[in-house]
């Protein structure tokens, strides 16, 4: 009982948001590795939040609003609706009106973004210990400026992932695929298929110095 309240009234560790995510991963497919990634997401907001003198009440309502997001990129028919009545069949207070009224709260914390820059903003948080954050964003920018129009179709975020793998590898982090993949919250494959297209592109466009 002291969990639930814990989680209604918004006081509750990450090891409370795991549970969470873990009761409705049925519901919304949520692998493990899309659960991680949401869990990064979430931490990462509520530093921002901390850093900028945000308060958020009900963290609960930040979770289900990340699961919403991330499951809009598969379904993207899912109404908020839809995912709180699951949230609360599996017994966590919920309303409508929480997700819409944490929608300010992320914009003002940088999660929504339209384009490419706000996935860019998203990975780049994740490499900023292992790597300088404005020299990765720059060259990540001048690489897309030239193969962004040939990479229609694909998911945007697998594709900046991979062009700051390569980026990384410009810069001498030399770090396995791998655990980039781990960093990024990008399937391993995925993000291999991407680099070797994005090196194909750079030999393509002329930007040959960021391949090898």
């Known amino acids: 009982m002291k969990q639930l309240n814990d989680v209604v009234t918004g006081r509750f560790s990450t090891g409370h948001a795991w549970r969470i995510l873990s009761a409705v991963s049925l519901d919304f497919n949520l692998t493990h590795e899309t659960r991680t990634r949401i869990i990064e997401e979430y931490e990462i907001l509520l530093r921002r939040a901390a850093k900028n003198g945000l308060r958020i009440w009900k963290k609960s309502a930040l979770l289900a609003f990340l699961v919403y997001f991330e499951v809009k990129r598969s379904r993207p028919r899912t109404g908020l609706r839809e995912v709180v009545k699951v949230f609360r069949l ?101 993000l291999r298929a991407n680099v070797a297209l994005v090196e194909s592109l750079l030999l393509e466009t002329g930007l040959e110095q960021y391949v090898g």
């Open 90 to 190: 599996r017994g966590f207070k919920l309303s409508t009106g929480d997700l819409i009224h944490i929608i300010p709260v992320v914009r003002a914390l940088g999660f929504l973004h339209d384009g490419w820059d706000g996935e860019l903003e998203e990975l780049l948080e994740k490499v900023a210990a292992i790597a300088p954050r404005e020299e990765v964003r720059r060259h990540v920018r001048l690489i897309l400026g030239r193969i962004r129009r040939f990479s229609t179709g694909r998911s945007r975020r697998n594709v900046l992932a991979a062009v700051i793998a390569v980026v990384l590898n410009r810069l001498d982090v030399r770090l396995n695929l791998y655990f980039i993949s781990k960093a990024l919250g990008i399937p391993y494959s995925s």
